[in-house]
């Protein structure tokens, strides 16, 4: 059975500083890895996609890499701005129906 | 488009009470998912349709829960009866063919079982 664990369930920081977001997967059979955004009281959104031949993908001021050898995932933010702030959830698409799992995601401030 | 559509937003009910969800996907999206999300157990995956087939419902907890996609645009999800422990906020996501592209959720239904 795939778990997902994400580390650190929170994380407060300054503003402008260079953060990461650390996610692990216990089984490396796996069809991508999706990091995604969730607002309070609001649903997800995703915001980058590793296909599991992939090593990375960017975007803008985000950058998500994948080992899936050693089942792990880094979400890196730069130059946080409190727009920033929200739960970052880590989800892996395995088994034969795509199906996805997800960590318990990580709580991120980034303060004024 | 929309988006993924969700209503209601919030339920308030009482125990023993009927519950109804419901989901329009995107058009055009062929797989449709329901999740849970709580605090303890964070989001799990209840059900997956496949062009309106039930194709994965082993995350659905007991036979209390139903879930049906009677067409490509419509999905429900039913409580009956509802319990206090099944207080969380339910999610519908859609996804386009193929399983390599990312799902879309809804805002999701804040249900609260009294």
């Known amino acids: 059975k795939q778990e997902v664990t994400q580390i650190p369930a929170a994380l407060s920081v300054p503003e402008g500083e260079n953060l990461v977001l650390n996610c692990s997967f216990t089984d490396s059979a796996i069809y991508n890895l999706q990091w995604f955004r969730q607002d309070p009281g609001k649903g997800l959104t995703s915001l980058l996609l590793?296909?599991?031949?992939?090593r990375e993908q960017t975007s803008g001021r985000l950058n998500a890499s994948l080992d899936k050898s050693s089942g792990r995932s880094t979400l890196y933010i730069a130059a946080s701005q409190p727009g920033d702030s929200a739960t970052y959830l880590c989800a892996v698409a395995s088994g034969s129906n795509y199906k996805l799992t997800f960590g318990k995601g990580t709580l991120l401030t980034v303060n004024p | 488009d929309a988006g993924v559509i969700q209503s209601p937003r919030h339920e308030v009910t009482e125990m023993g009470q009927e519950v109804t969800l419901r989901c329009k996907p995107i058009s055009g999206h062929n797989s449709l998912f329901w999740y849970r999300q709580t605090m303890m157990r964070g989001l799990e995956l209840l059900i997956y349709?496949?062009?309106?087939?039930?194709?994965?419902d082993s995350g659905m907890p007991e036979d209390r829960f139903s879930a049906k996609m009677p067409n490509a645009s419509f999905s429900t999800l039913k409580i009956q009866p509802s319990e206090p422990r099944d207080s969380a906020v339910y999610f519908c996501?859609?996804?386009?063919?193929?399983?390599?592209?990312?799902?879309?959720f809804g805002p999701g239904t804040r249900l609260l079982v009294l």
């Open positions: 590793i296909q599991s031949s992939q």
């Open positions: 996501a859609s996804r386009n063919p193929g399983g390599q592209e990312t799902q879309y």
């Open positions: 349709f496949n062009n309106n087939v039930p194709i994965d």
